[in-house]
C-alpha cells in the first residue's frame, strides 16, 4: 500500500482507489504499487470483484507526460493493462472527470467501465505528438469499432459519458455517487458469473469494419496531417488493428510510440503543453483575485462585437456601449448574424443562440458602465480617442473596476495615465476574429497591479483564452515580432522570388499560409493606411493599393482571385510590377532558394524574440512561442519560434544573420547579445530548448 494508490474491500469488492493530484497521471510512484496492488488482487479470494477508481477531481487523465524523455521505469502502463487481463473476476473502471490518454487505456485494461453522466473520455495522446502508447489504437477499436475509433484517436478530442455509452465505450452511465454505482455494478457482475471476456478478444465489432470506408476516412485525415508524424502514426496503428493479429498490432504501437517520443516534434508539442499552462502564471506572490461579474465593452466594431461574443459564449451578461444608435444597432446586429450562422452550420443550439443573445444589453450611455467589474475598450486605433475614453470611464467606473485596452499598438501607460487609478488599467489584445482566435495578450502596464493581472489571466481561462503576460512596447510580443518577420518581404521579390515562392517556403515550413497570402487575407489597405500615418512606405504594395489592389476584398492584391474564390491565382501584372520596380531601383534580380526565405524571415523573428526577452517585454521564452502557434499559425510541430531555434541550432542562426547584415546592413540582422548567448549554452535564461 502506498499513499498513491489505496485497496479497500467493500464487502467482497476491491477499490484500488488511485491518489495523485492534481490529475492523477501514472507516474511511476502509481504504476508501481497499482501493479503490485492488482496482482496480489488477482489471487485473492476475499475480493469477488474490483473497481478502479480515482480520488479528486478526476480519474486518471495519462501518462505523467514529464516523464516522456527520460529513462522508462518498469513497470509500466502496458504491462498494467496486461495483469488486469489476466484477471479472473470482473474488473471495473469507474470514471469521473476525464479518463484520458493513458487512464482511458487503463480502464481498456478492465473487464467493464461505469461513467459518471459529467465524465469525458478520450485518447489526445495526438495532441503532444503522440499515439496512444498502452495498448489504446488496438483495444479501443474493439469496442467502438475502427471507423468511431479512427475518429477519436486521431482527432484528440474526448467524448460525453452518453456518447460513450451509444458508441460501445462504457456499459453504464450514473448519476450520483459513482464509486457506490461502481461498487454495485462490479457485485452484480461477481453474481452473474463469468466468463469475462477481456477487450483483448473482442473482435466482433473490428470483424465490421468496411475496408473502403475506413480507407476513405484514412485518406481524408491524413490529408489534414500538415506534416505532423502523429495523425499519420495513429492511423497506421488503427490500420493495425483491423489487419494484424492483436500480439502483432500491439507491438507495433509499441514501436511507433518509441519513435515519435523521441522525436522533434512530440518534443516541440509537449513543451508548448507546459508553456501554455506556464505562461498564464504571474510571477511572485499569488494574489488575491478580483470579483468579475459583468463585463462591459465600449466599442461594437470587429474587436469590440467578437470580445462581446468572446464573454458572452463564457457565460458572461455583456454591456456594449458605441457613439450612437446606429453603431450600436450595426453592431448588435452582427453578433446576432454570427450567432444564426453558427446555429446554421450545426455548430450551436437554436437553445443556446437564444441564452447568449439573452446576455447582451446595448447603450450610449457611459453611465450603463457603473456597475460593471471589467471594461474593455475596443474604439479606434488613435491615442485621442482612447484618452478620452479613458477619461469618462474613470468618472463612471467603479472603484475597484478593471480598465483594459484592446489597443494593438499604442502605448497601455499613456492611456492608464489619463485616469486617476493607473493601477486598474492594463492592455487585454485579443486576436481577430475575438470570438474564435485563442490567443489573448495580457499587456502589463508599469503601474499595473499584480492582482488585476492575475484576475485576467485566471478570467482568460474561463472564456477559452490562452492567456500571455508581456509588457509594454511598439505591438507588444506578437505584433512587433511579425514586423521582424515581415521586414525582407518586399526586398525578397525586387531580388528575384515572386509573391507564391515565398508563400511556397513558409507552407513547405508548415504554416497555414505565407505572408502575401495572409496580406491579401487581412487587406493591404490595412498596412497601406498605417505606413502613410507613420511617414513610411513600401514600393511594390503601395504601388497595389494605389491601383485599388487591397487583396481578397477586391478580388486582387499579390494574387488574383476569380469572383466569389478565396483561391489565390499568381498574377503576370504583379511579376511585372515587382520587375519594373526592381529595374527602377536597379537591382539585379537572381533565384532565391527557399532556405534564403526562411533565413531572411524566420531567423529575424528569433532575433526579435532575444530582444523582447532581453527587455523584459517577455517573462520567458516559452512565452514567446505560445503568442505565436495561438495567435499567428507558428506550427505546433517546430514549437513556436524561441522553441525551433535550439532545433535549428543557435550558432547556425547567428552566423547566418551575420551574413545578411554584412550584406545589406539592416539592424534586424544584427544578432541580440541574447541570441549569441543561446547560441552558447542552448538555452534562453533558464527555459531549456
Ligand atoms: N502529466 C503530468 N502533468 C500533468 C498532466 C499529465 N498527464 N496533465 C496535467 N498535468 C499538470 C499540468 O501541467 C498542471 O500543472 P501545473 O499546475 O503545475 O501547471 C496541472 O497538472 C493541472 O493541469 P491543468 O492546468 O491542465 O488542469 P485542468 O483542470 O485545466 O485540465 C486536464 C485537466 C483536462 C486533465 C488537462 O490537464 C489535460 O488535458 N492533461 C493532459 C491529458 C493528456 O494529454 N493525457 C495523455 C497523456 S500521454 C499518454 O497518456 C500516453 C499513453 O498513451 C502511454
Ligand atoms: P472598428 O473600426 O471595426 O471598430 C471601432 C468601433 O469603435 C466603431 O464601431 C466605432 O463606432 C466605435 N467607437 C469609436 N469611438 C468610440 C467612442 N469614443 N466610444 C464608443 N465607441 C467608439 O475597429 P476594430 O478593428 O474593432 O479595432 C478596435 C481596436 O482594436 C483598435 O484599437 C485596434 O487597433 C484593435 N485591434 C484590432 C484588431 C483587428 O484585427 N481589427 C486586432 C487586435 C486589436
Known amino acids: 500500500m502506498s499513499s498513491s494508490v489505496n485497496v479497500a474491500n467493500e464487502n467482497g469488492v476491491a477499490v484500488v482507489m488511485i491518489d495523485n493530484p492534481p490529475v492523477n497521471a501514472l507516474s511511476f510512484h502509481v504504476r508501481e504499487p497499482l501493479y503490485e496492488a492488482l496482482a496480489a488482487l488477482r489471487d485473492d479470494a476475499t475480493a469477488k470483484a474490483i473497481v478502479i477508481a480515482c480520488a479528486g477531481r478526476t480519474f486518471v487523465a495519462g501518462a505523467d507526460i514529464t516523464e516522456f524523455g527520460k529513462p522508462v521505469q518498469q513497470p509500466e502502463l502496458r504491462a498494467i493493462v496486461a495483469l488486469l487481463e489476466t484477471i479472473a473476476k470482473p474488473t471495473v473502471a469507474a470514471i469521473h472527470g476525464t479518463a484520458l490518454g493513458g487512464g482511458l487505456e487503463l480502464a481498456l485494461g478492465c473487464h467493464f467501465r461505469v461513467a459518471d453522466q459529467g465524465a469525458k473520455l478520450g485518447l489526445p495522446e495526438v495532441k503532444l505528438g503522440l499515439l496512444p502508447g498502452g495498448g489504446g489504437t488496438v483495444r479501443l477499436p474493439r469496442l467502438v469499432g475502427a471507423t468511431k475509433a479512427l475518429g477519436m484517436i486521431v482527432s484528440g478530442t474526448p467524448i460525453s459519458a452518453s456518447e460513450a455509452k451509444t458508441a460501445g465505450l462504457v456499459d453504464a452511465v450514473f448519476d450520483g455517487d459513482l464509486l457506490a454505482e461502481g461498487i454495485r455494478f462490479a457485485r452484480e457482475m461477481a453474481a452473474a458469473g463469468g466468463p469475462f471476456t477481456p477487450v483483448r478478444e473482442r473482435n466482433g465489432r473490428l470483424a465490421e469494419t468496411e475496408p473502403a470506408a475506413f480507407d476513405r476516412q484514412a485518406a481524408e485525415l491524413a490529408k489534414k496531417a500538415r506534416g505532423l508524424e502523429a495523425p499519420l502514426a495513429c492511423i497506421e496503428a488503427v490500420r493495425n488493428a483491423i489487419t494484424l493479429p492483436f500480439d502483432e498490432a500491439l507491438a507495433a504501437e509499441r514501436q511507433l510510440f518509441l519513435k515519435l517520443v523521441s522525436g522533434d516534434q512530440s518534443r516541440a508539442q509537449r513543451h508548448l503543453f507546459f508553456a501554455e499552462r506556464e505562461a498564464a502564471k504571474v510571477p511572485g506572490k499569488d494574489p488575491q ?401
Open 289 to 689: 483575485r478580483r470579483k468579475i461579474a459583468r463585463v462591459g465593452i465600449i466599442g461594437a466594431g470587429t474587436m469590440g462585437g467578437g470580445i462581446a461574443m468572446a464573454f458572452a459564449n463564457g457565460g458572461f451578461p455583456v454591456i456594449l456601449l458605441e457613439t450612437s444608435e446606429e453603431a450600436l444597432q450595426r453592431g448588435l446586429s452582427m453578433i446576432e448574424k454570427n450567432y444564426a450562422v453558427s446555429v446554421s452550420r450545426g455548430s450551436l443550439s437554436e437553445e443556446a443562440r437564444q441564452q447568449r443573445l439573452g446576455l447582451f444589453k446595448g447603450s450610449t450611455d457611459y453611465a450603463d458602465l457603473a456597475d460593471c467589474d471589467l471594461v474593455i475598450e475596443a474604439v479606434f486605433e488613435d491615442m485621442a480617442v482612447k484618452k478620452q475614453v479613458f477619461g469618462k470611464l474613470d468618472a463612471v467606473a467603479r472603484p475597484g473596476a478593471i480598465l483594459a485596452t484592446n489597443t494593438s499598438y499604442l502605448d497601455v501607460n499613456e492611456i492608464a495615465a489619463s485616469t486617476a487609478r493607473p493601477q486598474d488599467v492594463l492592455g487585454m489584445h485579443f486576436f481577430s476574429p475575438a470570438n474564435v482566435m485563442k490567443l489573448l495578450e495580457i499587456v502589463r502596464a508599469e503601474q499595473t497591479a499584480p492582482d488585476a493581472l492575475a484576475t485576467v489571466a485566471e478570467l482568460a481561462r474561463r472564456i477559452g483564452k490562452v492567456a500571455v503576460v508581456v509588457g509594454v512596447c511598439h505591438g507588444f510580443v506578437g505584433n512587433r515580432m511579425l514586423s521582424a518577420r515581415g521586414a525582407e518581404n518586399e526586398f525578397l521579390l525586387l531580388e528575384g522570388a515572386t509573391p507564391s515562392q515565398v508563400d511556397k517556403a513558409f507552407t513547405d515550413f508548415g504554416w497555414p499560409m505565407g505572408p502575401f497570402q495572409m496580406g491579401d487575407l487581412a487587406g493591404l489597405d490595412i498596412g497601406w493606411r498605417n505606413r502613410k500615418a507613420r511617414g513610411l512606405t513600401a514600393v511594390v504594395a503601395d504601388t497595389l493599393c494605389e491601383q485599388g489592389r487591397f487583396g481578397q476584398k477586391t478580388g486582387s492584391g499579390w494574387y488574383r482571385y476569380e469572383s466569389g474564390s478565396r483561391e489565390p491565382a499568381a498574377d503576370s501584372d504583379v511579376e511585372e510590377l515587382i520587375r519594373a520596380k526592381a529595374a527602377a531601383l536597379g537591382i539585379a534580380r537572381r533565384e532565391i532558394a527557399a532556405d534564403e526565405i526562411i533565413e531572411r524571415t524566420l531567423y529575424p523573428l528569433v532575433n526579435e524574440g532575444a530582444r523582447i526577452l532581453e527587455e523584459g517585454v517577455a517573462a520567458r521564452a516559452s512565452d514567446i512561442d505560445v503568442v505565436w502557434v495561438n495567435g499567428y499559425g507558428f506550427p505546433i510541430g517546430k514549437g513556436g519560434p524561441m522553441f525551433w531555434a535550439g532545433l535549428e541550432g543557435g550558432a547556425r542562426i547567428v552566423e547566418r544573420l551575420e551574413h545578411w547584415h554584412e550584406r545589406t546592413g539592416r539592424p534586424i540582422f544584427e544578432p541580440a547579445s541574447l541570441l549569441r548567448r543561446f547560441a552558447e549554452t542552448g538555452s534562453w535564461e533558464g527555459v531549456d530548448c
